[in-house]
């Protein structure tokens, strides 16, 4: 396809501007335009910006100091139709007539002031055009350059591994490349790492989980030459891969259920896409596919109806980010929205900050303003189906749209009782409303019920009542066969660019398409009948598309090294981080095509290289040669992430419960604003404190995270977080010194060791340790938690009597015990892997 023009020049216009359908032809009709602005516009500035301006309130959603504010109107549709007065609800509006609202309120306009506005949007309703940037179609040369030039926009190439002096040191060839590197610096890497430290590593690495102790010694005394890549294939075996490595892909998925911003309105739906996640990791769905389902699941066939939800589900990507439900303009809640969506989908697959082309070129990149809106123009052609709506101050359920939901399970059966139901209902509200509408306004209407209301009251009342029993017997939501996602819209179109990112300041039109900066020969052209989301997952998903492998690959590498080839995962552009080995972040984007996209046959091939099975250990002059560790010559430790330390306390004490939860905590609340210090608030994070499942499954509402998962650096889920922060701050070890959460687990560890009667307290601290931190306690670590523990418990002893929280004494002995396990639940060992 002929890319969008690339390049927005500063050519200046100032037209007449129409709205859609005027019947005027001449663009610059001078009369017209002075007929506005001496007689129209007074009388819209005196009479309507109080109430309808983007300087006040905008009641109802409208603007009438905005041309697309007019034609697009407020909630009760367009206020303008060009050409019509008779259909133009302002003119209906400032005549008093038909069932809008009478404005302005409270004194009609006089006769001579409503014929001024009736013949202006006869004539076509002319508006004057702002300056407004024209295409000329001149490249920039500096894009140009770039393009060419730049690193990560170039074709991958086949790159030949290269020979290295001590080949007897490597395994495959990702060691190769990273030995020749480290050869080409008179360098030489570090000893293997040792079997303890190599499993708790690849454990936490695979599954986000601890090894058990008879992990540990199955591995440690199997004397097979392959016995680590029996472990490999095991842990990637494991429903907990799934659970680990989805839950890397829903940081990039800026995965939260509800909508942040200053109104927070629950996704009860949500936790169908992190379900859809978590499957497909497990069963190792190709990437490409995996990406193609995201952006256009609905379009892609299926051939069950099982198949049909599940790609349904899997649009939700593009559904689940922050929504300003409290925006008064829907043009810019529309916006906004598809910003949000350009934003997720070019960091997450392409590692590209495409965003920043909304208002003017990218000043960095190769994306001028014109792809921006190429791009939106896919995502104007879509319905956005979250289930919510914009609504400025709106209260209870005025944010929740069931019309902008997708139906699943269409194809299980109803219960025959529930359609008998809503049939009764639907004929109990049809009398109503016919008893209502023979009443509505006569004197029998007007007469006192039993309960001293009027009659049309009364029954008002219960036509309410049965219209919202309808709606929960027939809303697709209440029965749980809903789903966030997206559809192809109504209006399939190209939008126009907005001047300088402004909603309602409307440039020309741009065709959809793809960014110009990347060349994928062969890419089908935009389904002018559809959105172009599908042409789009396929231009993304492309093998001849560089950056999408290249991506991924660095994004597996970051995840198993802690650095990633390339540092700034989400950043390929000019600003982000060059590659360390550029050959190898190729020879393995080539390798995942090859095989099929597979992000499991990937990892394996990684974590099997001996460079992965590197240990921690720290030489002066290694380090003092490449502080960084970029050239590999070490396993940098990492510390564990916050769903890994919560998971390892409750796997310690033998609580975690590894069979998933039915839906979310969050999947029974009601689409209403939710205040963090509400009962609704109050009740999440009581049930995350008390669940037993992994943290992927605790209620993840924005700006409600977990507190356990909160201190330990959780992922920013108002954007795509492809390298989370790492921190090191006081609140951490105030949490682990006083939280309830870890002072409980600890107390279940040590009434997991106390038990324990063939072994002495020795035997019992060894245990601890490797429950813990992975290996058994040397003879001085033993020897102090010993005397520790007869220190801690004699001190208990000689204090007042004391109760738990339960109310029962406390066992001096127990008490001990726990706050050993405490010490070791807080160490820097259990929080790191090496």
Known sequence: MIPPTRFLSRVVLTAVCLLPGSSLQAADDAARIEFFEKKVRPLLVNNCYNCHSASTNARGGLRVDDRNGLLQGGSSGPAVVPGQ???????????????????????????????????????????????????????????????????????????????VQDAAWTRSDIDRFILAGLEAKELKPVRDAERATLLRRVTFDLTGLPPTPAQLDDFIHDPSADAFEKVVDRLLASPAFGERWGRHWLDVARYGESTGSGRNVPYPHAWRYRDYVIDSFNSDKPYDRFIREQIAGDLLSADTPEQRDELLVATGFLALGVKDVNQRFKVRFIMDNIDEQIDTVTRSVLALTASCARCHDHKFDPIPTTDYYALAGIFHSTDLCAGVRNKMGGSGLDYYDTTMLLEVGKGQPVDPRTVAKVEEVKLELQKCQAEFEAIRGQPAGMAKGPNGQPKATIVRQEMTRLQNQLLSLTDVAAQGRAALGVRDGKQIGDTQIRIRGEAERLGPSVPRGFLSLIDVPGAAPVNPQQS??????????????????????????????????????????????????????????????????????????????????????????????????????????????????????????????????????????????????????????????????????????????????????????GMVTGDRDTTTVATQALYLL?????????????????????????????????????????????????????????????????????????????????????????????????
């Open 85 to 163: 007065p008779d259909k133009s609800l302002l003119i209906q509006a400032v005549r008093y007539a038909g069932d809008v609202s009478k404005m302005p309120p409270k004194k009609q306009l006089a006769a001579e002031e409503i014929a001024v506005l009736v013949r202006w949007v006869q004539d076509g309703a002319a508006w004057p055009r702002e300056a407004v940037p024209v295409v000329t179609g001149k490249p920039s040369p500096k894009f140009e350059q770039l393009r060419k030039e730049h690193w990560a926009w170039q074709p991958l190439r086949d790159v030949q591994v290269p020979e």
């Open 532 to 717: 172009g989301r599908l042409e789009l997952a396929h231009w993304l998903t492309s093998d001849k598309n560089p950056l999408t492998p290249r991506v991924l690959a660095n994004r597996v590498w970051h995840h198993l090294f802690g650095s990633g080839l390339v540092r700034t995962v989400d950043n390929f552009g000019v600003t982000g981080d060059t590659p360390s080995h550029p050959e190898l972040l190729d020879h393995l984007a080539r390798q995942l095509v090859r095989d099929g996209w597979s992000i499991k046959r990937l990892v394996r091939s990684v974590v099997v290289s001996r460079a992965y099975q590197l240990s921690g250990d720290s030489e002066a002059a290694l380090h003092l040669a490449d502080p960084a560790n970029r050239l590999v010559w070490r396993h940098s430790p990492r510390r564990l992430d916050a769903e890994e330390i919560r998971d390892a306390m409750l796997a310690s004490g033998g609580n975690l419960c590894l069979s998933p939860p039915e839906a979310s905590p969050a999947s029974a609340m009601k689409v209403m604003e939710l205040r963090n210090n509400s009962a609704d608030a109050q009740r999440l994070e009581e049930a995350a404190q008390t669940s037993l499942h992994r943290s992927l499954y605790l209620p993840l509402l924005r700006g409600l995270t977990p507190r356990a998962l909160e201190v330990f650096d959780f992922a920013q889920q």
């Open 738 to 834: 006083n939280d309830a959460f870890v002072r409980q687990h600890a107390r279940t560890l040590a009434d997991r060791l106390l038990p324990r009667t063939a072994l002495d307290d020795v035997g019992r601290i060894h245990l601890a340790y490797r429950l813990t931190v992975g290996r058994a306690a040397t003879a001085a670590e033993a020897e102090r938690a010993r005397r520790y523990l007869v220190d801690y418990e004699a001190a208990v002893k000689r204090s007042p009597p004391a109760r738990d929280a339960s109310g029962q004494p406390l066992q001096p002995r127990t008490e001990a015990w726990s706050s050993l396990c405490q010490a070791l639940l807080a160490s820097a060992e259990f929080r790191y892997v090496r």
